[in-house]
């Protein structure tokens, strides 16, 4: 499992093989530990990017509140910049010396590339170094973060060399058309409203992102004209990854349906680089069982945004975030038609909607750890174990719009969903979830052509339900009559909601 650890240098990419369910904080610092021995932490692993809430060291990390369980997790901590060199050689076997600090602690021998200073406060700190005496020691690895090749193998022809330094390159291109077919995304017009309406009332001001459930509707008769063709990127060049030609046909979807959104538990933060935190969901396990039960699936994601200036799309936390989606929805590095919404308001108060995608190869980087997020959120910093070309020559960044592909948009009405119900997850919103909220909606059943079922075929209605029915019992029988008009709603359930909405039994 990757946890991400965001400090204030940086975000380190933790990796480690315990099950999620036995990692705890002791874990990560000692993962972290390996390659950066002599850290200082001026506060605790927290979940908050203000660091104001420590992890309880306690309990395995699983159990704290507001955490779910996934690769990528973020997690906070502050620390002295001046202890955290990497020692990505180690230890030599001929020299198992130790140096003892002041404080009585042992620190392992100095490896190639770091030594032992005496810091101002008169401790000993390893640092990295390099020994100007001698420039062959100066970077002994590959890269930055790797192994001499000597380590690697004994011997290099250079066409091995060229193979091997290959998969480091990217050769930055933009790709011109997404994977989602002529007909574009079909967003549900009562969900994005009721949306944007509540961005309104903090102006804007405040980031919030949203999933969207939905349907892929593939084209007829559409194939590849080799289906064992190579979806690799072609090698091309010394060392540079070339996406794939464009001339290749490619398999799209027809267009992407949204029936509704669904917005878990999260904090705006203007801290995070997200612009938003996400907290534990209790509801996650329902939400999916009942969209599959609906025939619905994940199709995308909507963040909404503050104004922004001219050309500025996403930030690069964004557009790595809607890569890690997309290679969720893909199980890898693969096109997908899953989409990404920006909602956010025009110099004018227009609310602005627009879907795109991010590239493959954007995908490949993020899937490679090649991305990271900098000072500028406007570009995408490229990690220094890779090098990113762009007009033939080395870029320590890259522009975020050269990985975007916009999809058309259209809207749409739902058939199946009406959407009247308060949504779950929105503090101060002037409606919440509540018993009442269920007996205002269905008591307009027999009203302007209303029935029952069409009133509780609310996608944040149903998911109400859920915290009262059995999901696996009672959920699959709704949802059979939600989806197809003509299978009536047994009488019983009727006869239960209505009870559980307080309503006098007229249905």
């Known amino acids: 499992m990757i946890i991400r650890v965001r400090t204030n240098i940086g975000i380190w990419r933790v990796t480690i093989a315990s099950p999620p369910s036995s990692i705890t904080t002791q874990t990560i610092l000692d993962t972290i530990a390996q390659t950066r021995p002599h850290v200082v ?11 104001s809430e420590p992890i309880d060291t306690s309990r395995p990390l699983c159990e704290q509140r ?42 392992p021998s100095s490896s190639a590339n770091t030594k032992c200073i005496i810091d101002k406060d008169g401790c000993i700190k390893l640092i990295h170094t390099t020994d100007e005496s ?46 989602v077919g ?36 593939e084209e007829e008769d559409e194939t590849k004209e080799d289906e064992e063709e190579d979806r690799s990127h072609i090698r091309q060049g010394w ?63 909507i963040v909404g945004q503050p104004p922004r200036e001219t050309g500025f799309q996403f930030s690069a936390a964004e557009v790595i975030m809607a890569a890690e989606l997309q290679l969720e929805c ?29 590239s493959l190869q954007c995908m490949e980087m993020v899937a490679e750890e090649a991305l990271d997020i900098g000072p500028n959120p406007g570009f995408c910093y490229v ?33 199946m969903f009406v959407t009247q119900f308060p949504f779950a997850n929105r503090p101060f919103d002037d409606r919440q979830q509540t018993h009442d909220e269920m007996k205002r909606q269905l008591t307009k059943s027999g009203q302007a052509g209303w029935t029952f079922i069409d009133l509780l075929s609310d996608f944040a209605l149903l998911l109400y339900l859920c915290k009262f029915l059995d999901v696996s019992q009672d959920m699959p029988k709704i949802c059979e009559s939600v989806k197809d008009r003509e299978v009536l709603l047994d009488d019983g359930y009727k006869i239960i909601i209505s009870s559980m909405a307080g309503m006098d039994g007229s249905y």
């Open 41 to 51: 932490y001026e506060s605790p692993l927290s979940l908050d990017p203000k660091c």
């Open 66 to 107: 507001g955490v779910q369980m996934r690769d990528g997790l973020m997690i906070y901590c502050k620390v002295d910049a001046s202890t955290c060199a990497e020692n990505t050689v180690g230890n030599t076997k001929s020299n198992n010396t130790s140096t003892t600090t002041s404080g009585g602690d042992e620190l």
């Open 134 to 179: 001698n420039p062959n020691k100066a970077d002994l690895g590959f890269r930055k973060g790797l192994m001499p090749l000597r380590d690697i193998k004994k011997s290099w022809t250079l066409n091995e060399f060229t193979q091997m330094d290959d998969k480091f390159n990217f050769k930055i291109k933009r790709q011109e058309k997404s994977f």
């Open 182 to 217: 002529v007909d574009g995304l079909h967003l549900e017009s009562g969900a994005v409203e009721s949306f944007q309406n509540y961005l309104r009332r903090f102006q804007f001001r405040q980031q919030r992102f949203g999933y969207l459930y939905g349907r892929f509707v």
């Open 239 to 301: 060392g540079a990854r070339m996406p794939k030609n464009e001339e290749s046909k490619i398999k799209k979807n027809k267009k992407v349906i949204v029936e509704a959104i669904y917005e878990p538990p999260q904090e705006a933060d203007a801290d995070a680089a997200e612009g938003f935190v996400i907290l534990d969901d209790d509801q996650e396990e329902n939400v999916e069982q009942m969209a599959s039960l609906l025939g619905l699936q994940k199709v995308g994601w």
């Open 330 to 358: 893909a199980q890898g590095v693969e096109e997908t038609p899953f989409v990404t919404v920006r909602c956010t308001v025009g110099d004018e108060g227009q609310v602005i909607v627009e879907a795109f995608q991010v």
């Open 383 to 415: 990690n220094e174990t890779f090098t990113a070309i762009q007009e033939g020559k080395p870029s320590p960044t890259v522009e975020n719009n050269f990985f975007l592909t916009l999809v058309p948009i259209h809207g749409y009405q739902s058939d």
